[in-house]
């Protein structure tokens, strides 16, 4: 099962987990210092980013990831000509947010 982005939501109890937002931060970060590899790619038209999630990771759910590390807000009406960063390893994008 695909881990959606508010899997990393704060939880009650004091435990130590970081927000979408947070995630989102240092996504983008890891990206932009090398931490994370990736390859980078210009959408096209009529491309989407969890359609691009969905043939890269094995599921749409994870646009989410793709929007953070090219530090796009809202993923669902990026324009084409958006040059976009998509984690080479999403294990370790996981690793990264735990």
Do not use: C
């Amino acid at each position: 099962m695909a881990t959606g982005r508010y899997a990393f939501t704060p939880k009650i109890l004091g435990r130590k987990i970081y927000a979408t937002s947070q995630g989102s931060s240092r996504i983008f970060k890891a990206i932009g210092s090398g931490v994370l590899e990736h390859t980078t790619t210009t959408l096209k038209e009529n491309q989407r980013l969890d359609h691009i999630s969905g043939r890269v990771y094995g599921s749409s759910d994870l646009w989410w990831v793709i929007a953070a590390a090219s530090g796009i807000g809202w993923g669902l009406q990026v324009p084409p000509g958006t040059i976009i960063k998509i984690p080479t390893n999403i294990n370790d994008v996981f690793s990264l947010l735990r």
